[in-house]
């Protein structure tokens, strides 16, 4: 055994091997510029991002005269009659539409992606990574580029301008992106379960809709957050698959396509209230969901890399 003699005076971080402290200190000090400066930009961005939300909302109690004279001003007086204007001039109809066509497109894009996912995940089969890179392009195939053949295709079906034609679309459209999250999340679940199920003698469905797809709950609500953001702020696929084709048939126009209408409607004359509190009510229910979320999607977005 070596016996080490210090000097009197001499500390631990003046030895030949103490750079550590050293080290750690420097490290310590570039975590807090690091902090400082990271904090700093989220603030930054929060500011951006709030700023034209609330400018949107106080627009909503204002009139034209104010909204002209000073559109970063209070409101005088607080009008409320801006919103009743906008649901009675059609913000009502087409919020009830867009809930229609997600009550059946959300549940269906959860369900059918989910089951897609924990498939190529977890049972091996040939082409099962042909498949799965299939989605992934899908995920990364821009919309534009297949409108055409999409509206023709829907027309072939004889679904434009139904309810059914843009549930489906909706569908197609937001599973690469389910089936990608959910196919990593699926990988990162214990196997021991899925063992002990199936020596237990559980089928296939049972250990998929019993087991494995309660524990996949944190991904579960991450991804149907992010289809149901997609789909409620959608408005290319509406505007081209919900037009009305002949004069008797009705308009089943969605949230986003009936805030161009509202603007159209307006003609010459401004309202300017009625067009911010039709925005307003088409964001509330997003702002909500997302901030009685927000816990369970970072939770979700985390845990893949945790386990």
């Given at each position: ?198 020596i237990d003698g559980a ?32 408005y290319i696929l509406p ?41 307003t009510i088409a964001m ?24």
């Amino acid at each position: 055994m070596t016996t080490v003699i210090k000097a009197p005076g001499e500390s631990s971080a003046e030895k030949p091997d103490g750079g550590r402290p050293a080290a750690r200190a420097g490290r310590g000090s570039d975590g807090t510029a690091l902090n400082v400066f990271s904090h700093g930009f989220l603030a930054v961005w929060a500011v951006l991002i709030v700023l034209p939300l609330v400018w949107l909302a106080l627009g909503s109690f204002k009139t034209d005269a104010q909204i002209g004279g000073s559109a970063l001003s209070w409101p005088s007086n607080w009008h409320f009659d801006a919103f009743s204007r906008a649901w009675d001039k059609g913000i009502g109809d087409y919020f009830a539409h867009t809930l229609i066509v997600m009550a059946f497109s959300i549940p269906l894009t959860m369900l059918l992606g989910s089951m897609a996912a924990y498939v190529l995940a977890r049972y091996p089969f040939p082409g099962n990574r042909l498949i799965y890179y299939f989605f992934v392009t899908g995920a990364m195939f821009p919309v534009f580029l297949a409108l055409v053949p999409l509206f023709f295709m829907v027309k072939r079906f004889d679904m434009l301008n139904t309810y059914q034609g843009l549930i489906l679309v909706y569908v197609a459209y937001s599973m690469p992106f389910t089936v990608f999250f959910m196919h990593s999340f699926f990988r990162t679940l214990p196997t021991a379960v899925h063992e002990a199920a199936v020596i237990d003698g559980a089928s296939d469905t049972r250990i998929f809709f019993q087991v494995m797809l309660p524990m996949a709950r944190p991904g579960l609500i991450s991804v149907g957050i992010f289809n149901v953001l997609g789909q409620w702020n959608q408005y290319i696929l509406p505007s081209v698959l919900m037009q009305p084709q002949t004069g008797s048939d009705p308009e089943r126009y969605m949230l986003t396509q009936g805030l161009i209408q509202l603007q159209y409607q307006m003609g010459y004359e401004t309202d300017l209230p009625v067009l911010f509190a039709g925005v307003t009510i088409a964001m509330i229910p997003m702002l909500v969901v997302y901030l009685s979320f927000q816990r369970q999607i970072q939770a979700g977005l985390t845990s893949a890399t945790l386990k």
